[in-house]
T-cell receptor, first 113, second 110 residues
Framework: EADIYQTPRYLVIGTGKKITLECSQT?????MYWYQQDPGMELHLIHY???????EKGDLSSESTVSRIRTEHFPLTLESARPSHTSQYLC????????????FGSGTQLSVL | QKEVEQNSGPLSVPEGAIASLNCTYS??????FFWYRQYSGKSPELIMS????GDKEDGRFTAQLNKASQYVSLLIRDSQPSDSATYLC??????????FGAGTTVTVRA
C-alpha cells in the first residue's frame, strides 16, 4: 500500500488567498511529482523533483511553486489563488530507475471562489 | 498532436465480456508504457506495465504493445462490475516523466 499523504483533501478558498497543498511520503522515494487533473481530461505534470533541493517545472504552465527541503516532503504553494486554479491536484512519488511505478496520494480538490 | 491519445469512450460492456481499450502515442523513442485504473473520486493506481513488443498477461488483464505502430492496448477479460472505472494510458517521455491520456471510462453492466 502506498504511503503518500496529501492534505487537505478538500479546500474552498477565496480569490487572492495564499495556499499551500501538503504532500508527504514515507517510502524514501527520491522522485516526486505534482499533477493537475480536471474532469475527463489528462493528468498534466506541473512540477517534479528528483531529490532534495531539486525542482523543475512540468509541461503545463502553472503559477504555483514547489520546494523540496526534505526527501519526504514536497509542498505546492499558490501565492494568490484565482478561480482558474480550481482543479484536482495529485501528488505522486516513484523509486525511479527500472521501477517507474508512480504511487499517488489521495489528491486535493481545490475550489477558488 | 497530443502525446498520448485514447479511444474516447465511454465503453459499456456486459459482465463476463471482454473490454478492449486502445492508446496511441506520438514519441517514437518512448520505451515504457503503463495502464492506470482510476475509480471515481479516487487517485490512479498502476495495474499493468509493458516494455517490450507483444503481449503481457496478469490475471484477467492483458497489455499489448506494438512500437512500430506506436500503439498499446489493454484487454480486460471476464469483465466484472468492479472493473468499472476510468483507465489511463501513460507513456514515459524521458527523465522519469510520464505523459497521460485523457482516459477511457468503462462501465460493466451486471
Amino acid at each position: 500500500e502506498a504511503d503518500i499523504y496529501q492534505t487537505p483533501r478538500y479546500l474552498v478558498i477565496g480569490t487572492g488567498k495564499k495556499i499551500t497543498l501538503e504532500c508527504s511520503q514515507t517510502m524514501g522515494h527520491d522522485k516526486m511529482y505534482w499533477y493537475q487533473q480536471d474532469p475527463g481530461m489528462e493528468l498534466h505534470l506541473i512540477h517534479y523533483s528528483y531529490g532534495v533541493n531539486s525542482t523543475e517545472k512540468g509541461d503545463l504552465s502553472s503559477e504555483s511553486t514547489v520546494s523540496r527541503i526534505r526527501t519526504e516532503h514536497f509542498p505546492l504553494t499558490l501565492e494568490s489563488a484565482r478561480p482558474s486554479h480550481t482543479s484536482q491536484y495529485l501528488c505522486a512519488s516513484s523509486e525511479g530507475g527500472a521501477n517507474e511505478k508512480l504511487f499517488f496520494g489521495s489528491g486535493t480538490q481545490l475550489s477558488v471562489l | 498532436q497530443k502525446e498520448v491519445e485514447q479511444n474516447s469512450g465511454p465503453l459499456s460492456v456486459p459482465e463476463g465480456a471482454i473490454a478492449s481499450l486502445n492508446c496511441t502515442y506520438s514519441d517514437r523513442v518512448s520505451q515504457s508504457f503503463f495502464w492506470y485504473r482510476q475509480y471515481s473520486g479516487k487517485s490512479p493506481e498502476l495495474i499493468m506495465s509493458i516494455y517490450s513488443n507483444g503481449d503481457k498477461e496478469d490475471g484477467r488483464f492483458t497489455a499489448q504493445l506494438n512500437k512500430a505502430s506506436q500503439y498499446v492496448s489493454l484487454l480486460i477479460r471476464d469483465s466484472q462490475p468492479s472493473d468499472s472505472a476510468t483507465y489511463l494510458c501513460a507513456v514515459n517521455i524521458g527523465d522519469y516523466k510520464l505523459s497521460f491520456g485523457a482516459g477511457t471510462t468503462v462501465t460493466v453492466r451486471a
